[in-house]
Structure formats: structure tokens, C-alpha cells
């Protein structure tokens, strides 16, 4: 037998004495199971608290000065929810990934949750969509552009929508609780030959939509490669309908938009005219401004004081953002940019120097939350997390 030597002043442990090479082996693999199914049963209960968690064998570390909420898929657009630490996420989806969700984050835990369609009541509003043929299939859902109404403890949040319809999907956010909840009210069908891409809130009630393209059209790949005009910026207003917004008829590839709360200016991001235009509603014709960006120019996102627009997009050719769009990669080495843009004088000042951080690339756009500058992408397994400057 093999015994154990005492400590020195104690007797010795008859029992641990006689305890076998085999039994000590057993206790071992005893208590280690024991350790392991714990951590086990921590690790599936942390995935269900928040299912947009990276999968263990996502790399999630910091690249530089830059963080990471991983886990989230094709989060294209932001829509933050003044005064709370929410910010809604979209879920552009693609042929391996059809069923997008909206993403609610967390920014001061900076977590990421998917919202589950069981998790969306359903309450259609004929009176004031009464064109929507029905609500949108969940299974098949793919939110791109988004924009959130200004004000008030029950908000509307539109979502452009790529699955089963080329749509503007719009949900009631009810706030009056711990964690938004949302209601499917209603739709917006696009008019034939309009690729919806993003979507801004008029203060009268209506919706202005940005076209990238008119996916019938067999030239708009060429099109846009040369900057020719292509794609349509349009606004849709309660029992008048669809209608062109007056000045943007040459622009090429209207994508990212937002509006000044008065509702008399439309900044538009041009993407393959890589430039970003403002449109005074206010004069007749509409006086348009330009400056010219450099980069594919995605989306626009008014700050939170809103004092700037900050704008972002891919410093590649539209061939290579195209080839990573229709790829099936979960990231793409497509490098992007994002300004800070002064909405009076049209002055870009740099916040993202072009690059790809870690495996993110194709960033499309940000918002400032506290001190960082958040980004979006429309294809990456995250979202990126950058220092203000």
C-alpha cells in the first residue's frame, strides 16, 4: 500500500492511509465533472440571458484602442433611443442567413440581445396603413435602414425590409417599461423598381426612402461604378402616397439619410457618388449642396446634441463592397471610414482613419454613445467600439 506522509505534530490519517491509487483517481474524475458541469451550466445560462454573445470560438479581443460586441450579425444601421441606455440594431440578412432580427443593445452593460418575433405582438393599423397586405413573415424578415420617431414614451421605428417584400416595416416601441417593447403595426410597400435602403422620419407624419438602385435595371452595376445617376430618393406621406423628392433625380446611389427636426433639410448620403448632399426643402426648386467624401458614402447619423452628422462608408470600388455583399463571408477585408460632419458648413473632420479593425471591415456607419463611436457593418460578426477624438 502506498501511504501519505503526516504532517509533522499530527498523527497520521489511518483512513487517507489506506486509500488506493484507484480511488484517488475516481474522487479526481469525480470532483473534476463536478467543476465542469458547473461551468457548463454558467456558460448555456449566460448564452440564454444574451443570446448575441459571441460563440466560443468567436476572437472578440480588443484590436488597438478598439472593442468588440460580438455575436450580432450584419448590424447595418443604429437607431438609439434618446435618454436610455438602448439602442436598437438591425440584422441585414443574406441568402445563408435569411431570418434577420432586430438587435437591442445594451450600452451601459454593452451587451446585445436578438428580439425574438414571439417577442413582437402583432396589432395591424388599417386606418393608417391600409395598403400593407399583411404583417411581414419573421421567418424571412431582414432589417437594413432604420429610424426611430422623435419624443414621447411610445415612439415608431421604421425598418426597411428586404424579406419576402421590398417594404418599410413599422413597429410601436412602448418605453413605459424596464426594456423597449415592440408591436408590429403596419407596412409601407416601395413602389416597382425600388431597392429600399434607408429611411427618415418627417415631423408631418411621413417617411422619406432612399433607393440604391432599380433592381430590374441590367445596367446598374455599370452605373454605378462610374458615379452615373441611379437609385431615387422618394418620400411617402398618409393617403398621398409614394412621390420623388424634388432635386435628387441625377444623384447616384442615394443611400444613408437623415432630416433637421424642422423637417426642411435632408442630408443624403451618396454611395457611388461619393459625396454627401443636403437638399433645402425650404426653396423652390430645392437648393442642393454637395461635398465629396472619397469613400462609398453608407450611412448618416445625427449626433446626439445634434450639432453633427457622422458619416461613414468603404474606401473600396463598388465592385469590391458588391463582391463582399453577395459573398457568403461572415467578415469581408473591406476597409471603411467614418466623419464627423459639421451640418452648416459641410466640414468633414476624420474620427475613423480607413482600415479594417481586428476582422471588421465593410463599416457602413456610427453613433456616439457617451464618450465612444460606435459602428456598424453590413457584414461582420460585430459591432466595433471606438475612442471619440
Known amino acids: 500500500m502506498v501511504t501519505t506522509k503526516p504532517d509533522r505534530g499530527r498523527a497520521p ?54 472593442s468588440f460586441i460580438c455575436g450580432v450579425t450584419n448590424v447595418e444601421d443604429f437607431a438609439p433611443i434618446p435618454d436610455t441606455k438602448w439602442v436598437i440594431g ?10 434577420g432580427y432586430l438587435h437591442l443593445f445594451d450600452t451601459r452593460n454593452r451587451t446585445a440581445t436578438a428580439v425574438q418575433p414571439a417577442q413582437i405582438a402583432v396589432r395591424p393599423d388599417k386606418k393608417s396603413y391600409p395598403d400593407c397586405p399583411g404583417p411581414v413573415d419573421m421567418k424571412t424578415f431582414g432589417p437594413h435602414g432604420l429610424d426611430l420617431t422623435r419624443g414621447g414614451a411610445h415612439r415608431v421605428l421604421y425598418a426597411v425590409n428586404h424579406g419576402g417584400r421590398e417594404s418599410v416595416e413599422v413597429f410601436n416601441v412602448d418605453l413605459s417599461s424596464a426594456r423597449p417593447r415592440f408591436t408590429w403595426v403596419g407596412c409601407i410597400v416601395a413602389p416597382k423598381g425600388f431597392w429600399p435602403d434607408a429611411v427618415a422620419s418627417l415631423p408631418d407624419g411621413g417617411i422619406v426612402v432612399t433607393s440604391l438602385w432599380d433592381p430590374t435595371d441590367a445596367d446598374r452595376l455599370n452605373k454605378l461604378s462610374n458615379g452615373k445617376p441611379v437609385g431615387a430618393l422618394d418620400e411617402w406621406h398618409p393617403a398621398k402616397g409614394w412621390s420623388p423628392v424634388a432635386g ?96 452648416a458648413t459641410l466640414k468633414l473632420t476624420d474620427v475613423v482613419k480607413s482600415g479594417v479593425y481586428g476582422v471588421m471591415g465593410a463599416g457602413t456607419g456610427a453613433i456616439q454613445v457617451g464618450n465612444k463611436i460606435w459602428v456598424s457593418s453590413f457584414r461582420a460578426d460585430r459591432i466595433g467600439i471606438f475612442p471619440d477624438k
Open 13 to 66: 490519517n489511518r483512513a487517507q492511509s489506506r486509500t488506493t491509487p484507484q480511488a484517488r483517481t475516481t474522487t479526481r474524475a469525480i470532483r473534476w465533472q463536478t467543476i465542469l458541469g458547473t461551468l457548463a451550466a454558467a456558460a448555456v445560462s449566460l448564452w440564454l440571458v444574451n443570446p448575441a454573445h459571441a460563440a466560443p470560438n468567436v476572437n472578440c479581443a480588443p484590436d488597438r484602442a478598439v
Open 248 to 343: 435628387t433625380e441625377a444623384m447616384s446611389g442615394p443611400n444613408g439619410v437623415v432630416v433637421s427636426p424642422d423637417g426642411k433639410r435632408i442630408y443624403l448620403a451618396l454611395w457611388s457618388g461619393k459625396q454627401v448632399a443636403r437638399i433645402d426643402l425650404s426653396s423652390t426648386p430645392p437648393k442642393v449642396d454637395t461635398v465629396p467624401t472619397a469613400i462609398l458614402t453608407d450611412n448618416v447619423r445625427w449626433s446626439p446634441d445634434g450639432k453633427s452628422i457622422f458619416v461613414g462608408g468603404q474606401d473600396v470600388t463598388v465592385k469590391q463592397a458588391l463582391d463582399c455583399f453577395e459573398s457568403n463571408a461572415t467578415n469581408c477585408n473591406v476597409p471603411f471610414k467614418i466623419y464627423r460632419m459639421d451640418p
Open 90 to 99: 438591425s440584422d441585414l440578412s443574406t441568402p445563408s442567413h435569411p431570418q
